[in-house]
C-alpha cells in the first residue's frame, strides 16, 4: 500500500508539473536561442506566412540562409493576427524568437513592449531602404527592423465594363473624374465601385487613400478634409455607386465581387495582381481629391531581433536577415509573396524580371507607413476610432462629420488616459 | 492491496475504507490506525489529479483574469510584468465607456431572445417527435444538422444567405414583393440577423434535452390523465410542462451560460458592426484585448469579468429554484 501511495502521489505531481509546464512553456521553441552561441546551435525564425511550408522556396531560403551564417533555422509561422499576441507572450516569458517577421504596424508597439532591439544595437544596416518604407519600423529616433518589402493600394478597373461605359481610365485623376465615371457605369447598367469599409484594421487601410487624399491628418480625425473624404464613400453607397456590402467586405470579399466580372472599379492591394491579370485587370493610383495620386498606406513585413539574453547572438540574426534581405534574394522572396522590393536595386531588378509592375513601385514610392510621423502606438488607437466612425457614417447610424467629431474626442480621450 | 485486505481481515472495511473514512463506531481500535491513515491518504491521491486540473484551468486562470483587470496593463507592462495595480478604474472606465450600455443591452436582447425561441421551439418539436410516426427518426436526425455543423460553417452560410445584394433571403424577399432587408449592414437589423443565426443553431441542442425528458415521464401518467378526460392540450399544461420542470431548468440554465457568451457567430457574421449595433459583451471584450492592433488585456478582463459575475448570478438564481423544488 505504501509504495502504492507513493506512486499515486508521484502520479498527482507529475500531473500537475506537466500542467504547470504546458502552461510556462508554450512557446518552447524560442527558448533555445540563450544557448546558441555566435556561430553553431539552432536560431528560431517567426513569420506570419502560413501558406508556406518546408518545401516552399522561402522555407528554403531561409534555411539556406541560416547554413550560410553556420546556424540551423527552427521556422515557425503564425496567422498575422495570432502572431502579435504571440510575440508578447514570448518576450513576457523571456522565449522571443531570435528572428521575428511581423506586420509593419505592429513594430512599434512590440517597439513600445520592449521587445525588440534597435539597428543600432544588432547592427543590422538600413542604407539603401527607401525611407518611406523604413517609416513604419521608426521610432522616438530608434529604427526596429527592415522591411522584406512593401505593398499598398490602388484602383483595379475592368476595362472591359469602362469601355461599355464609355470612360476612359486615364480622365481618372480626381474625385470628382471618379465619381463621374461611376454614375456613367451606372448608367450603363453595371456595378461602380467595390472596396472593404469593415470595422477592423482592413477598413482603416482602405480608408486611409482617400483620407490622406483629402488632405486630412491622423492627428484630426474631425477635420473637414476627414468629413469630405468619408462623405465621398457615403455618398457613393447611397447613390449605388458602391454596393452596401462594402460595409462588412474584408478586402479578401471585395476582391470576390469585383471577380464577377461586373464592377467597374475596386480598391486593392498589390497581392491580388495575379489574379487581375488573368481576368485582365489593370491598375490606376486612387485618386486624390483634387488631382494628382493619394498617398497610399504600406503594407508588409518588417524583419526584427527580439532582446534575447545571449547579446552576441545579435550579430548571427543580422547577418541571416542581411542575407535574407539581400537584392538577389529578396527579389526572389517579394515576387513570391507579391511585395515591391524595399530597395531601388531591388525595385529595379523586379522591374527588368516583369515590366507590368511599374505602376507598382510607383505607387510604393509615394505611399506612408501608417505609424509612421512618430505616431507609433497611438496609430492603433486613432485607427480603431477611425474605422468605427467609417462604420457609422457607412450604415447610416450617424452622419460623417458627427461620426468624425466623435471619434476625435473618443481618440483624444484615450491617448489622455 | 492483497497484503492489507489479509491484514485488515475484512475486505469489506477496505472497500469502503479506501473511497472514505468509514464511521469510527465501526472500527475495531487502535491497531487499525495507520490503515486509516493510509485510507485518507490514499483517498487524496485520489482527488489530487481533479484538484491539480482544477487549479490549473480554472482557479489559476481565473486569478489572471482578475489580476489583469485590477491593474493596468500596457504592452510595455505586459512584458516585464510590473503592471501599477489600480483597484476598480478599468471597471470604472468600463462602465462610463459609451460602448457598455449598447453591449449590456445587446447582451440581453440577444440571450433572452435566443433562448425563448430556442426553447419554445426545441420543447414544441420533441413533443410533436414524441409520438412516433413514420420517419420520424430519420427528420428528428435532420434537425440535429445545426449542432453537427462547425460554427464557422454555419456562420459563414448565414452571412451569405443574408448579404444585402446577392444573399437568396433578399432575392427571397424580392420575389415574394417584400424589399430587401440590409441584414448585416443596417443598425436596424443586425442583431436580429444574428439572432435569427443563433436562434437555429441553439434548437437541437433543446430539442434533444427535452426529448429526453420527455421520454422520462412515466406513459401511465398521461394515460391517467386521458382517462380522466383531460384533452391535449390540457395534458401538455397541466402534467407534461410540470413534469418537465426540473429539465427545463437545467435546459434554461446552460442554454443562458451559453448563449451568454457567444462570440464566434457574431463575429464572423457581422464583427459586432455597424458599429456598436450588434456589439455583445463577449464581442466587447475580444475587441478590446486582440481587435486592435494595440492590445488593451485589462479593460478586455475587466469586461470578461462582468459577463462572468452575470452568469455566476443566474447560476445562484437557478441553485435557489433548485432548493424550493426538491424542498417542495
Excluded at chain 2, 481533479?50 to 480554472?58: H, I
Aim: charged share 10%; proline share 5%; aromatic share 10%.
Amino acid at each position: 500500500m505504501t509504495v502504492q501511495i507513493t506512486r499515486r502521489a508521484c502520479a498527482a505531481l507529475l500531473a500537475l508539473t506537466a500542467v504547470t509546464a504546458l502552461a510556462a512553456c508554450s512557446s518552447s521553441s524560442g527558448s533555445s536561442s540563450s544557448a546558441s552561441s555566435a556561430t553553431g546551435g539552432t536560431y528560431s525564425l517567426w513569420d506570419p506566412y502560413p501558406q508556406y511550408n518546408a518545401s516552399s522556396a522561402w522555407w528554403k531560403l531561409v534555411a539556406s540562409c541560416g547554413t550560410k551564417a553556420g546556424v540551423t533555422i527552427k521556422h515557425t509561422a503564425y496567422d498575422t493576427t495570432a502572431l502579435t499576441t504571440q510575440a508578447l507572450l514570448a518576450g513576457q516569458q523571456g522565449t522571443s524568437p531570435n528572428i521575428l517577421l511581423v506586420d509593419n504596424p505592429v513594430v512599434s508597439t512590440l517597439a513600445t513592449a520592449g521587445i525588440l532591439t534597435t539597428t543600432a544595437q544588432n547592427g543590422l544596416s538600413t542604407g539603401a531602404i527607401a525611407p518611406n518604407i523604413l517609416g513604419a519600423g521608426i521610432l522616438n529616433g530608434g529604427t526596429y527592423g527592415v522591411p522584406i518589402g512593401a505593398n499598398t493600394l490602388a484602383l483595379y478597373y475592368n476595362p472591359k465594363v469602362l469601355q461599355a461605359a464609355g470612360v476612359s481610365p486615364a480622365s481618372i485623376t480626381s474625385w470628382a473624374s471618379l465619381t463621374a465615371a461611376l454614375a456613367k457605369v451606372k448608367a450603363a447598367g453595371k456595378k461602380g465601385i467595390t472596396f472593404s469599409g469593415i470595422n477592423t484594421e482592413e477598413g482603416s487601410f482602405q480608408f486611409l487613400p482617400w483620407f490622406w487624399g483629402a488632405g486630412a491628418e491622423l492627428t484630426n480625425l474631425g477635420s473637414s478634409q476627414a468629413t469630405a473624404a468619408l462623405t465621398l464613400w457615403t455618398t457613393w453607397i447611397k447613390d449605388g455607386y458602391a454596393p452596401n456590402s462594402v460595409i462588412q467586405n474584408t478586402q479578401t470579399t471585395s476582391w470576390q465581387e469585383f471577380q464577377t466580372g461586373d464592377f467597374a472599379f475596386a480598391e486593392n492591394g498589390t497581392w491580388q495582381k495575379a489574379g487581375a491579370a488573368t481576368m485582365g485587370a489593370p491598375i490606376i493610383s486612387i485618386p486624390a481629391e483634387n488631382g494628382g495620386a493619394a498617398p497610399v498606406p504600406t503594407g508588409g513585413e518588417f524583419f526584427t531581433i527580439p532582446v534575447q539574453k545571449d547579446k552576441a547572438s545579435y550579430a548571427t540574426s543580422a547577418k541571416i536577415i542581411q542575407c535574407l534581405s539581400s537584392t538577389s534574394n529578396i527579389v526572389t522572396t517579394d515576387s513570391t509573396l507579391n511585395y515591391i522590393a524595399p530597395t531601388k536595386a531591388g525595385q529595379q531588378a523586379q522591374l527588368t524580371a516583369d515590366p507590368s509592375l511599374s505602376s507598382w513601385v510607383t505607387a510604393v514610392g509615394v505611399a506612408k507607413a501608417r505609424t509612421g510621423d512618430n505616431l507609433g502606438t497611438k496609430y492603433p488607437v486613432i485607427s480603431q476610432q477611425m474605422w468605427t466612425a467609417v462604420q457609422k457614417a457607412e450604415s447610416g447610424a450617424a452622419a460623417p462629420a458627427s461620426a468624425l467629431q466623435a471619434a476625435q474626442s473618443a481618440a483624444a480621450a484615450k491617448l489622455n488616459q | 492491496m492483497t497484503g492489507d485486505k489479509s491484514r485488515a481481515g475484512s475486505a469489506e472495511r477496505q472497500r469502503d475504507g479506501a473511497a472514505m473514512p468509514a464511521p469510527p463506531r465501526a472500527r475495531p481500535g487502535r491497531p487499525l490506525r495507520p490503515a486509516q491513515l493510509r485510507a485518507q491518504a490514499s483517498a487524496w491521491g485520489f482527488i489530487a489529479p481533479v484538484v491539480a486540473y482544477l487549479v490549473a484551468f480554472y482557479a489559476y486562470p481565473l486569478y489572471r483574469n482578475i489580476d489583469l483587470s485590477i491593474r493596468t496593463y500596457t504592452v510595455a507592462s505586459f512584458v516585464t510584468g510590473n503592471a501599477p495595480y489600480s483597484g476598480l478604474a478599468n471597471y470604472s472606465r468600463i462602465f462610463r465607456s459609451p460602448t457598455f450600455s449598447p453591449a449590456l443591452v445587446n447582451t440581453a436582447v440577444f440571450t433572452f431572445v435566443s433562448i425563448a425561441f430556442q426553447f419554445a421551439i426545441g420543447l414544441a418539436l420533441a413533443v410533436f417527435f414524441y409520438r412516433r410516426f413514420r420517419l420520424s427518426s430519420l427528420l428528428r436526425a435532420l434537425f440535429l444538422i445545426p449542432w453537427l455543423l462547425p460554427l464557422l460553417v454555419s456562420a459563414s452560410t448565414w452571412s451569405w444567405m443574408l448579404n444585402s445584394d446577392s444573399g437568396i433571403v433578399n432575392s427571397f424577399l424580392q420575389a415574394i414583393g417584400a424589399g430587401p432587408v440590409d441584414w448585416l449592414t443596417s443598425p436596424h437589423w443586425s442583431l436580429a440577423a444574428v439572432l435569427i443565426a443563433n436562434v437555429w443553431i441553439g434548437i437541437p441542442f433543446n430539442l434533444v434535452i427535452m426529448y429526453s425528458g420527455l421520454q422520462s415521464i412515466s406513459t401511465d401518467v398521461f394515460e391517467a390523465a386521458a382517462i380522466d378526460g383531460a384533452n391535449g392540450w390540457q395534458r401538455f399544461w397541466r402534467v407534461t410542462f410540470p413534469l418537465l420542470r426540473p429539465v427545463s431548468a437545467i435546459t434554461l440554465l446552460l442554454g443562458f451560460i451559453y448563449t451568454l457568451k457567444v462570440f464566434d457567430i457574431i463575429w464572423i457574421m457581422t464583427r459586432g458592426g455597424p458599429a456598436t449595433s450588434s456589439t455583445t459583451l463577449a464581442i466587447w471584450s475580444y475587441q478590446l484585448g486582440f481587435g486592435s492592433l494595440l492590445p488593451d488585456f485589462s479593460s478586455a478582463s475587466a469586461v470578461g469579468n462582468v459577463l462572468i459575475i452575470i452568469a455566476v448570478f443566474f447560476a445562484l438564481i437557478y441553485i435557489r429554484a433548485r432548493h424550493r423544488l426538491e424542498a417542495t
